[in-house]
């Protein structure tokens, strides 16, 4: 039983296209976040969601925006993408503030 | 503001022999510290947490970390490497709200030799 899932695992694109990459979790967990991991292993929060309440990392352009249908999912949205755009993207959770557990990740590549 | 420093950004051991990837972090009251791991092409898996109760921590696959308040340090070890061990190893420290923040080192690559 996957806990905290991504989809797609891979992702390649050109650039300017609008994508999305979906995050579930079925821990019951209350909080969600979205990281970008750089091409040298850097990882640094994009997101967490909690209750509705969003905080953003004041460092994210616009242009991400991460969408929550419902308490289990959250999921980002990538307008007109960029070359800079490309790395591994992953998903996390958390009950309240104790320990993230952190999904498979997703490698997006911009062309 | 919370920071980590992980000392080594790659090191080397042969298979059987000890480990030590060093952390130190920068925080201005008691924090939250964590050790993640993480496979190639996997996602990361937490290996252990310090919240204030023992200052020895015992995580999964025979890995340890102490907390040392004086040396503001939190050094994961293990008495003897496997060749699974080889991965990407990230120190992590929360802030103030607990595990919703957290700040990651930049990473150490352990490498096993046979």
């Known amino acids: 039983d996957t806990a905290v899932s991504q989809t797609p695992k891979y992702l390649v694109t050109q650039m300017g296209n609008d994508k999305s990459i979906k995050c579930e979790q079925n821990?019951?967990?209350?909080?969600m976040y979205w990281y970008k991991q750089d091409s040298k292993k850097f990882l640094k929060i994009m997101f967490s969601?909690?209750?509705?309440?969003?905080?953003i990392n004041e460092t994210v352009p616009n242009r991400f925006s991460p969408k929550s249908p419902d308490k289990a999912h959250l999921n980002l949205h990538i307008n007109s993408l960029e070359l800079g755009d490309s790395a591994v993207y992953f998903c996390?959770?958390?009950?309240?503030?104790?320990?993230?557990?952190f999904g498979p990740g997703t490698r997006l590549t911009v062309l | 503001a919370q920071s980590v420093t992980q000392l080594d950004s790659h090191v080397s051991v042969s298979e059987g022999t000890p480990v030590l990837l060093r952390c130190n972090y920068s925080?201005?009251?008691?924090?939250?510290l964590f050790w993640y791991v993480q496979h190639p092409n996997k996602g990361l898996q937490l290996l252990l947490k310090?919240?204030?109760?023992?200052?020895l921590v015992k995580g999964i696959n025979g890995f340890e970390a102490e907390f040392k308040k004086s040396e503001t340090s939190f050094h994961l070890t293990k008495p003897s490497a496997h060749m699974s061990d080889a991965a990407e190893y990230f120190c992590?420290?929360?802030?103030?709200?607990?595990?919703?923040?957290?700040?990651f080192g930049t990473g150490t690559r352990l490498t096993v030799i046979p």
């Open positions: 310090y919240t204030s109760a023992a200052t």
């Open positions: 925080s201005s009251y008691s924090p939250s």
């Open positions: 969601y909690n209750n509705k309440e969003l905080i």
């Open positions: 992590v420290v929360s802030d103030i709200y607990g595990a919703n923040n957290l700040f």
């Open positions: 821990l019951g967990h209350d909080t």
């Open positions: 996390a959770s958390s009950a309240n503030t104790d320990t993230q557990y």
